[in-house]
């Protein structure tokens, strides 16, 4: 059974305008199984972040929709309720995903083995995680702010979340794309983790006052501690200057994720020129957003820190003009984070 025409197409594009863009840059060997993929990673995504309901409802939710994934549950889920219930938190997008989840568990079905199999294993990663954080942060909220404990617990969350996707992209393209091409692959997976570790992390920093709102703080704890802060001190932007310390060194290390996920972009093949652009563009936004963040003004709730639209389809067009010509195309990262380039 193949997906309905739209799934992978307007649907897609509903929940993530610049994924959506990332995967129809992608050559069509690995657009199916990616794409049908992060569908369902979002569908998790959106039962996690319902809080309408409670957390033990989210948790049941997530473990049969995780059993149907695998293919241990023979029941369909239905989550067309969550989406009926006023559940405002959502998009428009997320909610006809969840009303339409069973045709993305088909889709996973339709696919070929050994790709179904990558994406059953990043879901139930993916999935583990988004369950470990409902249990760490139940009971949060504005006025109870609870933080992860320190960078261990940090680095662990943007690998569950992000970092094996990067995996799994590597595995993908591999197989289905250059089998044959001679690459490091230790190296070139070890890229990948790091290159969705900083995506992740450059999410973390820019959504932390919309985080603070709803009682999470992702910065560690012993840090802010170090620091002079409690989690709880974040809702205050006057606390900023205090911040900054321990803000600057995560940006560092996100721009160091990043550093790894060019490398891992300029590692490709250079005949495979869709899957070149299909990285390039997340990690050059990341870049260009983590300069943006250095600006300050990161506890504002009111300030929301966003490559623009026109922006994006600048980095995309510069991709493109560059891509015959391998120093000036390098130079993009550069140009990214405003050193000319």
Known sequence: MSEAPDLLKALLRDVSRSFYLTLRLLPSGVRRPIGVGYLLARATDTVADTT??????????????????????????????????????????????????????????????????????????????????????????????????????????????????????????????????????VAWVADGVRFGKGLQLVNVLRDLPRDLANGRCYLPEDELATAGLRPMDLLDPANEARLGPVYRRWLDVADAHLDAGWHYTTSLPRG???????????????????????????????RRIKVSRAEVRGILWRGVVRLPFGRWWDGLAGWARGWGG
């Open 52 to 185: 309408l309901v409670p957390v033990t409802r989210r948790l049941e939710a997530l473990a049969a929709l995780r059993e149907r994934i695998e293919g241990r549950r023979a029941d369909p889920v239905d989550f067309r309720a969550w989406s009926a219930d006023g559940n405002a938190e959502a998009t428009p997008g997320e909610r006809a995903l969840l009303c339409r989840v069973e045709e993305a568990v088909a889709a996973l079905r339709s696919l070929p083995a050994p790709d179904a199999v990558q994406v059953r294993w990043v879901l139930g990663t993916i999935t583990g995680g988004q369950e470990l954080d409902l249990r760490r942060f139940e009971g949060a909220g504005r006025e109870r702010v609870m933080a992860l404990p320190d960078a261990a617990a940090l680095d662990d969350y943007t690998y569950r979340v992000a970092g094996c996707v990067g995996e799994f992209w590597t595995r993908l393209c591999r197989a289905n794309l250059f089998p044959d091409a001679r690459l490091d692959d």
């Open 272 to 302: 495979h020129a869709r899957a070149r652009l299909a990285c390039a563009l997340p990690v050059l936004i990341g870049m260009r957003t983590v300069k943006a963040l250095r600006g300050g003004g990161v506890l504002d709730a009111r």
